[in-house]
């Protein structure tokens, strides 16, 4: 084939594959536009989507009939003063995306400046331009796009349902919403509004702390810490969301680049930098910051729809991010362990479980029928050492009659008696097990344990996790997942979308033991929980479900994903930091980690028990 050059519908139809991907991208680059033009008001109306109808309004400058005429072409934009594309101060600075949408639809814009004394109106259908014509209207543009795609059918398949094109445009207008606080927005389409929010007023604080709990919720308004630092020019502000307030996602964490959305690995890995010592690696902190530096610092020039930037000095930011939070969680009172503390637990470390076979003891009452609730594979170093405790010894007096049926939906540690520490030969009896005999419990979360060369010390709500996570598995793979019927269902409100995907997966929820029914818009009601989890917070842990299911492929079935979600729920269901146990129920807990597979780390990763040996103690006290 001979070198040609391209005809200018199918230069544009290229861009447009660049530009727009999706509806959603549409309506971002028109409303940057608006936002540039100096509107206050921004009015967004989504039909079927964006295939049939995206319809944009906002009260700016607008544009004359020449202007009007000219912003079709491609590459002519009014937001660059000379050729320096290094010092950009506007959102959109190519002027490629009103040519690349008009390629690929149908669009008509209508538009009025100051100065006419009538609008004009223009119509491009596929990338040929119709007749300028005059028209009534106020100041301002209004972009009307109509059958996105229908140029390139093609590009109409690799589209999601509607609901999904409409949260990613409600994801987009949200992200545009927080940088400006000054403006209006609205989004909606032939149902509903999704998205409403006036103009905030007063100072910049505080007009972006109203903005951001209009579009993140009001209770991370309550819970959020001002952000504010700045170093060798580079301004960081905003807000983020104490520790304990957190998600189980990083999808309400967003950073703007002088006013400009941005999704940045730096960032993430500075957010993930700043919280690590505060929160488990499967939560995430909610936030929201703002960094303001010279145009000559920073690239917006390296992606073609500007979703990520480059800085010029990308250390000094991650720097500046890590030490910014940090301050403020400390002034917060979330401060680190001090220098003696982490000497000692320096000395800690997760142990294999070595006994000798010759120095088993008796089975102890107590440890119910588990030698067929457990799958036959144990962790390495505890299996070759505890399979011989999985055989239950016959019911004796004090015990009464052994359960028969292993799956009793009573999960509580076996015993539950108060009548004070076992006997001096129980305990010797009962430190010759892995995990030793319970001796005491720390600030009523962490088991201190005896052992004959040690202790051992329990971390009472990772370590029932793990335990009532495998029981939920060993159910659900036998089909009989008990479930206990609220005496009042609970309500739970929540976004539309995350109702949707809970109510979509009612059926494979059922299944684990958890009936969820659609209640109205942005609601569910709950009406039977899995019975092993007890009394739980129903309202957290269907939040933290709907954030499991925003992060899972559609396309897997939660059975497939069985892990995440039973994770989740176990989460909610073991017994929490903050309760106290007595001393049987402690040796019930450790005698079950024992005979559970896995039990030697929870369900987020992170060790349930550490072993200290004496001759560690002895180390710490200089000994040694």
Same mark, same amino acid.
């Given at each position: 084939?001979?070198?040609?050059?391209?005809?200018?519908?199918?230069?544009?139809?290229?861009?447009?594959?660049?530009?727009?991907?999706?509806? %959603?991208?549409?309506?971002?680059?028109?409303?940057?536009?608006?936002?540039?033009?100096?509107?206050?008001?921004?009015?967004?109306?989504?039909?079927?989507?964006?295939?049939?109808?995206?319809?944009?309004?906002?009260?700016?400058?607008?544009?004359?009939?020449?202007?009007?005429?000219?912003?079709?072409?491609?590459?002519?934009?009014?937001?660059?003063?000379?050729?320096?594309?290094?010092?950009?101060?506007?959102?959109?600075?190519?002027?490629?995306?009103?040519?690349?949408?008009?390629?690929?639809?149908?669009?008509?814009?209508?538009?009025?400046?100051?100065?006419?004394?009538?609008?004009?109106?223009?119509?491009?259908?596929?990338?040929?331009?119709?007749?300028?014509?005059?028209?009534?209207?106020?100041?301002?543009?209004?972009?009307?796009?109509?059958?996105?795609?229908?140029?390139?059918?093609?590009?109409?398949?690799?589209?999601?349902?509607?609901?999904?094109?409409?949260?990613?445009?409600?994801?987009?207008?949200?992200?545009?919403?927080? %940088?400006?606080?000054?403006?209006?927005?609205?989004? /909606?389409?032939?149902?509903?509004?999704?998205?409403?929010? /006036? %103009?905030?007023?007063?100072?910049?604080?505080?007009?972006?702390?109203?903005?951001?709990?209009?579009?993140?919720?009001?209770?991370?308004?309550?819970?959020?810490?001002?952000?504010?630092?700045?170093?060798?020019?580079?301004? *960081?502000?905003?807000?983020?969301?104490?520790?304990?307030?957190?998600?189980?996602?990083?999808?309400?964490?967003?950073?703007?680049?002088?006013?400009?959305?941005?999704?940045?690995?730096? !960032?993430?890995?500075?957010?993930?930098?700043?919280?690590?010592?505060?929160?488990?690696?499967?939560?995430?902190?909610?936030?929201?910051? !703002?960094?303001?530096?010279?145009?000559?610092?920073?690239?917006?020039?390296?992606?073609?729809?500007?979703?990520?930037?480059?800085?010029?000095?990308?250390?000094?930011? =991650?720097?500046?991010?890590?030490?910014?939070?940090?301050?403020?969680?400390?002034?917060?009172?979330?401060?680190?362990?001090?220098?003696?503390?982490?000497?000692?637990?320096?000395?800690?470390?997760?142990?294999?479980?070595?006994?000798?076979?010759? /120095? =088993?003891?008796?089975?102890?009452?107590?440890?119910?029928?588990?030698?067929?609730?457990?799958?036959?594979?144990?962790?390495?170093?505890?299996?070759?050492?505890?399979?011989?405790?999985?055989?239950?010894?016959?019911?004796?007096?004090?015990?009464?009659?052994?359960?028969?049926?292993?799956?009793?939906?009573?999960?509580?540690?076996?015993?539950?008696?108060?009548?004070?520490?076992?006997?001096?030969?129980?305990?010797?009896? !009962?430190?010759?097990?892995?995990?030793?005999?319970?001796?005491?419990? *720390?600030?009523?979360?962490?088991?201190?344990?005896?052992? =004959?060369?040690? *202790?051992?010390?329990?971390?009472?709500?990772?370590?029932?996790?793990? *335990?009532?996570?495998?029981?939920?598995?060993?159910?659900?793979?036998?089909?009989?997942?008990?479930?206990?019927?609220?005496?009042?269902?609970?309500?739970?409100?929540?976004?539309?979308?995350? %109702?949707?995907?809970?109510?979509?997966?009612?059926?494979?929820?059922?299944?684990?033991?958890?009936?969820?029914?659609?209640?109205?818009?942005?609601?569910?009601?709950?009406?039977?929980?899995?019975?092993?989890?007890?009394?739980?917070?129903?309202?957290?842990?269907?939040?933290?479900?709907?954030?499991?299911?925003?992060?899972?492929?559609?396309?897997?079935?939660?059975?497939?994903?069985?892990?995440?979600?039973?994770?989740?729920?176990?989460?909610?269901?073991?017994?929490?930091?903050?309760?106290?146990?007595?001393?049987?129920?402690?040796?019930?807990?450790?005698?079950?980690?024992?005979?559970?597979?896995?039990?030697?780390?929870?369900?987020?990763?992170?060790?349930?028990?550490?072993?200290?040996?004496?001759?560690?103690?002895?180390?710490?006290?200089? =000994?040694?």
């Amino acid at each position: 084939m001979t070198l040609r050059r391209l005809p200018d519908n199918i230069v544009n139809q290229i861009a447009a594959g660049e530009v727009v991907e999706r509806p %959603a991208s549409a309506v971002k680059e028109l409303v940057e536009n608006s936002i540039d033009a100096g509107a206050t008001r921004i009015d967004v109306v989504m039909r079927e989507g964006g295939r049939s109808l995206i319809s944009i309004t906002d009260d700016g400058k607008g544009m004359s009939r020449e202007e009007l005429e000219l912003c079709f072409e491609r590459h002519a934009t009014s937001k660059l003063p000379d050729e320096d594309l290094v010092n950009i101060e506007h959102l959109g600075f190519r002027g490629e995306a009103i040519p690349s949408i008009a390629s690929v639809s149908r669009m008509r814009i209508t538009s009025r400046n100051a100065e006419d004394t009538n609008a004009w109106t223009l119509n491009v259908e596929g990338g040929r331009r119709g007749e300028l014509e005059p028209i009534g209207a106020q100041q301002g543009t209004r972009v009307e796009v109509r059958d996105i795609f229908y140029a390139t059918p093609a590009r109409l398949k690799f589209l999601k349902t509607e609901r999904a094109e409409f949260g990613a445009a409600l994801d987009v207008m949200r992200r545009l919403a927080m %940088a400006y606080p000054a403006i209006a927005f609205s989004l /909606s389409d032939e149902k509903r509004t999704a998205l409403r929010v /006036s %103009a905030a007023q007063g100072d910049l604080f505080e007009a972006w702390l109203d903005r951001l709990g209009a579009v993140m919720g009001r209770e991370f308004a309550e819970n959020a810490l001002k952000i504010d630092a700045e170093r060798n020019g580079v301004k *960081l502000t905003g807000f983020a969301g104490v520790p304990t307030f957190n998600r189980g996602n990083a999808t309400m964490q967003f950073m703007f680049v002088n006013g400009r959305p941005v999704k940045d690995k730096l !960032f993430t890995g500075a957010v993930r930098g700043a919280y690590m010592d505060l929160l488990a690696r499967n939560r995430h902190p909610l936030l929201a910051l !703002f960094l303001e530096l010279p145009p000559d610092q920073v690239d917006v020039n390296v992606h073609p729809a500007k979703a990520e930037v480059r800085f010029r000095d990308s250390g000094g930011v =991650r720097g500046l991010i890590v030490g910014a939070l940090r301050n403020a969680l400390a002034e917060n009172g979330h401060r680190a362990s001090s220098t003696v503390g982490g000497q000692a637990l320096g000395s800690f470390q997760p142990q294999s479980i070595q006994m000798p076979l010759q /120095s =088993r003891p008796a089975q102890p009452v107590g440890m119910g029928n588990w030698s067929g609730a457990m799958a036959p594979s144990y962790p390495g170093g505890m299996s070759e050492e505890t399979s011989q405790y999985q055989a239950p010894m016959g019911p004796s007096a004090a015990e009464g009659p052994r359960r028969e049926d292993h799956r009793d939906t009573n999960f509580a540690p076996v015993a539950q008696s108060d009548n004070g520490p076992p006997s001096q030969g129980e305990a010797d009896d !009962f430190q010759a097990f892995p995990l030793g005999a319970a001796r005491s419990q *720390l600030h009523e979360t962490y088991i201190v344990s005896q052992t =004959r060369d040690g *202790l051992v010390l329990v971390d009472q709500h990772a370590a029932h996790e793990r *335990l009532v996570m495998e029981r939920m598995k060993k159910a659900f793979s036998d089909k009989t997942v008990p479930r206990q019927m609220l005496l009042l269902p609970d309500v739970v409100e929540m976004d539309e979308l995350s %109702a949707s995907r809970l109510c979509e997966r009612a059926d494979e929820l059922a299944d684990m033991g958890l009936v969820v029914e659609p209640f109205g818009n942005g609601a569910v009601v709950i009406r039977e929980t899995p019975a092993m989890l007890g009394n739980c917070n129903v309202k957290a842990l269907v939040q933290d479900l709907a954030d499991d299911l925003a992060e899972l492929d559609t396309t897997l079935a939660l059975k497939d994903r069985m892990d995440d979600v039973f994770a989740t729920m176990a989460c909610h269901g073991s017994v929490r930091s903050g309760r106290r146990l007595t001393v049987d129920e402690m040796n019930a807990l450790l005698r079950e980690m024992e005979v559970t597979p896995h039990s030697g780390q929870c369900n987020h990763g992170r060790p349930t028990y550490v072993e200290l040996k004496l001759t560690d103690i002895e180390k710490l006290f200089g =000994r040694r």
